[in-house]
Nanobody
Framework: QVQVVESGGGLVQPGGSLRLSCAAS????????MGWYRQAPGKQRELVAT???????NYADSVKGRFTISRENAENTVYLQMNSLKPEDTAVYYC??????????????WGQGTLVTVSS
């Protein structure tokens, strides 16, 4: 069994910063893409950023230049550094990992989400 657990959400003022972390654990052989998605109230879940096993990154236009995704392969961990936060960044942020399990199965895993609120 494989799971991912997010941490680091909270309340921050506009213009502030937060760093989200997501650690994968369980019967993991390797992890391909990892990423962050978010869902604001009344909206669909959307991609924020992804990172490949080779550290190739992809960002939503709305966060380019403000957010940075990174990963520590040895720790099966992905991070999202969020700077210059705006009220419209308020959402539940979900971690996603595409895992190759020790059994050889390919598994897509989602975290429970961590709430980020940007408000004065």
């Amino acid at each position: 069994q494989v799971q991912v657990v997010e941490s680091g959400g909270g309340l921050v003022q506009p213009g502030g910063s937060l760093r989200l972390s997501c650690a994968a654990s369980g019967s993991i052989f390797s992890i391909n893409h990892m990423g962050w998605y978010r869902q604001a109230p009344g909206k669909q879940r959307e991609l924020v950023a992804t990172i490949s096993s080779g550290s190739r990154t992809n960002y939503a236009d709305s966060v380019k230049g403000r957010f940075t995704i990174s990963r520590e392969n040895a720790e099966n961990t992905v991070y999202l550094q969020m700077n210059s936060l705006k009220p419209e960044d308020t959402a539940v942020y979900y971690c996603n990992a595409n895992v190759v399990a020790n059994s050889g199965r390919y598994i897509e895993v989602w975290g429970q989400g961590t709430l980020v609120t940007v408000s004065s």
